[in-house]
């Protein structure tokens, strides 16, 4: 009888626990470390377009969101139609992405301001 009565109890117990003050703080703050920023448009050039390899290379400035410092690198595109709004020589605004294991992707190209 007096398992019956402490097993609810005990659920009960761990239950308000985990919706304390301190739990909801620490989750929160465990998932703002862990969260990536947002994608935001940085400025660059385009060098090259590949249609067939569906791949963009791009002189850029700082992409804040990849922590990434001015460079001339290569990046996939989210979209194959990307490819075909771009020739090189461009002058372009666009946002990318890391989809892990370093694949870095283009999901937005605009024209500079």
Known sequence: ???RTFLPLLALALGAACF??????QATATAAVSAKP???FADGEVRKVDKEGRKLTIRHGE???????PM???FGVSNPAL???VKAGD?????????????????EIQPPH
């Open 72 to 74: 001339t690198m290569v």
């Open 20 to 25: 304390s003050p301190a739990f909801a703080q």
């Open 1 to 3: 009888m007096k398992q």
């Open 91 to 107: 002058k372009i605004r666009f946002k990318a992405i890391d989809q892990g294991g370093g694949n870095l992707v283009v999901t």
């Open 38 to 40: 947002a994608a935001v």
């Open 83 to 85: 490819v075909d709004q």
């Open 63 to 69: 992409i804040k969101n990849l922590d990434m410092p």
